[in-house]
């Protein structure tokens, strides 16, 4: 099977002074997880890779840049789900955790359970040998601007870069087949100490099935939670879940189901996006692969960060 990589940092109004930070982390996201998707290594590898390189950069709303809650302090989010099993490593309102993700595939790999926050979360990385920071080196100083003038101006919008979302993103599937997904966040700004949005929970922010396929959302937590975002459109990606392609009988039949496969994933993409807006009347993207490794795309945002790897492993990316 074709390796595949799609990464995204979050759909919203992204200010033009922004677009070539978030399109330069997008794309170093794509290279950390293709320098090991290409060479035979795994999807979860890749996965982890594309959004540590996304955690480590400040204009993206996860780990080190995070926003800041009412207190002025960072609680991250982030899951990672295996698409043949089915099971999910989840961690919220983590605030001495420098790369999530790292985190939450610990807790895939070496937990009972597929969720732990807070305290027990870091409890948890400490016995694993995932070192713990002090709260203050996740905050940059841009994020303490924008939270000491939003929390002196009612949260006015002018002043942050983009209060809902900023999330980031990555769905990797590799040679043997295996497909992950995972997401990461700081959440919103000003948001109440111990709030929880989709990021890290399962079918919402992100979810992986190999059977259909893997999706990551980015946007407007509590909307996206209502109509279960990324479990809805992997539930489109199955055979009869969304009938919106229409082939060309001139063409050669395996062609024309190659673009038909590829057309379903973008159809997907946006269906779920326009579904957000019907029922929800909010904003967010997503990304995602089928379960061959076509890449979908969607957002109803101003802008959304993303990248993904082209047929001809070259590396795309738009802003």
């Not at 009938?243 to 001139?250: I, L």
Request: charged residues 20%.
């Amino acid at each position: 099977m074709r390796p595949s990589l799609i990464v995204h940092g979050g759909a919203w109004d992204i200010p033009d002074e922004a677009v070539p930070a978030c399109g330069a982390g997008c794309r170093d996201a794509l290279a950390a997880g293709w320098s090991i998707l290409s060479r035979g290594g795994s999807a979860l590898d890749a996965a982890e890779a594309a959004i540590v390189v996304l955690e480590d950069a400040p204009v993206f709303d996860a780990g080190y840049g995070s926003h800041l809650n009412m207190d002025g302090r960072v609680e991250c989010d982030a899951i990672v789900m295996n698409g043949e099993t089915l099971r999910a490593g989840a961690v919220a309102g983590l605030q001495r955790v420098r790369n999530p993700i790292r985190l939450a595939r610990a807790v895939l790999e070496q937990c009972p359970h597929m969720m732990l926050v807070a305290e027990g979360a870091e409890r948890f990385a400490k016995s694993v040998g995932i070192a713990l920071c002090e709260p203050e080196e996740l905050v940059s100083d841009a994020e303490r601007e924008a939270w000491r003038v939003c929390s002196q101006d009612k949260h006015a919008a002018a002043h942050h870069r983009g209060h809902e979302q900023g999330t980031v993103g990555a769905v990797a599937l590799d040679a043997k087949g295996n497909l992950f997904a995972a997401t990461s966040t700081g959440g919103t700004c000003c948001k109440l100490p111990g709030r929880v949005g989709d990021s890290p929970l399962i079918g919402c922010g992100c979810y992986a099935d190999s059977t259909a396929g893997g999706v990551s959302c980015t946007g407007y937590g509590e909307a996206i939670m209502k109509i279960v975002m990324a479990k809805t459109a992997v539930d489109l990606l199955r055979p009869g879940g969304a009938a919106f392609c229409v082939s060309d009988s001139s063409r050669d039949p395996k062609s024309a189901a190659r673009s038909c496969e590829a057309d379903t994933a973008m159809h997907v993409a946006r269906e779920a996006v326009h579904l957000l807006a019907r029922r929800t009347h909010a904003t967010g993207g997503l990304i995602l692969l089928d379960c061959t490794g076509n890449p979908g795309f969607a957002f109803n945002t101003p802008r959304m960060a993303y990248g993904y790897v082209a047929a001809d492993g070259s590396l795309f990316t738009a802003v």
